[in-house]
T-cell receptor
């Protein structure tokens, strides 16, 4: 049972435009969400997170929106740059324990077109 | 220093070999993790160490043996692996009890079992 879902395996966006990556979750107990970015042959890099007490968190070109009633979050990147081409994973910790497991979505591969 | 280092970067081993993967962090993090990632899949959690004690073992076969010699080091001992164990092995660390669940990943060890 996939608790964190990224239904778009890939996304192509023109350089300079907005990239929107989507993520859905099924467990209403999830209260914290993270986005990771991964280049080939490298480990994932933490990008941005959001707590369920907020509906938006912004960090530079990256903004994450959370819609708790729809169990949906999205990552907006604006403007998109060539270096943003990577795989993006949505993730959620499974409990309040800080050392508990994080569940990752399957990832969305973002291609930024010149 | 926000870096997690892993050695070696690449490893090729036969099914009868014994080898070890090493991970190190100097961020004062008290939780450390081993993940396995196959191509086009998200990272899968294998083990979690919390305060140098094994707190989570995700039913990993005994041919994988983790070890946490101190709070900065994490090893993964490999013995009698199978070709299907070929994957990218990722180490990560995180702070405990400080709020947030951000895990910081190393670059990974690309393991090929022949």
């Amino acid at each position: 049972d996939q608790q964190v879902k990224q239904n778009s395996p890939s996304l192509s966006v023109q350089e300079g435009r907005i990239s929107i990556l989507n993520c859905d979750y099924t467990n209403s107990m999830f209260d914290y969400f993270l986005w990771y970015k991964k280049y080939p042959a490298e480990g994932p890099t933490f990008l941005i997170s959001i707590s369920s007490i907020k509906d938006k968190n912004e960090d530079g070109r990256f903004t994450v929106f959370l819609n708790k009633s729809a169990k949906h979050l999205s990552l907006h990147i604006v403007p998109s740059q060539p270096g943003d081409s990577a795989v993006y994973f949505c993730a959620a910790p499974t409990s309040m324990n800080r050392d508990d497991k994080i569940i990752f979505g399957k990832g969305t591969r973002l291609h930024i077109l010149p | 220093d926000t870096e997690v280092t892993q050695t070696p970067k690449h490893l090729v081993m036969g099914m009868t070999n014994k080898k070890s993967l090493k991970c190190e962090q100097h961020m004062g993090h008290r939780a450390m993790y081993w993940y396995k990632q196959k191509a086009k899949k998200p990272p899968e959690l294998m083990f979690v160490y919390s305060y140098e004690k094994l707190s989570i073992n995700e039913s990993v076969p005994s041919r994988f043996s983790p070890e946490c010699p101190n709070s900065s080091l994490l090893n993964l001992h490999l013995h009698a692996l199978q070709p299907e164990d070929s994957a990218l092995y990722l180490c990560a660390s995180s702070q405990l009890g400080q709020g947030g669940y951000e895990q910081y990943f190393g670059p990974g060890t690309r393991l090929t079992v022949t």
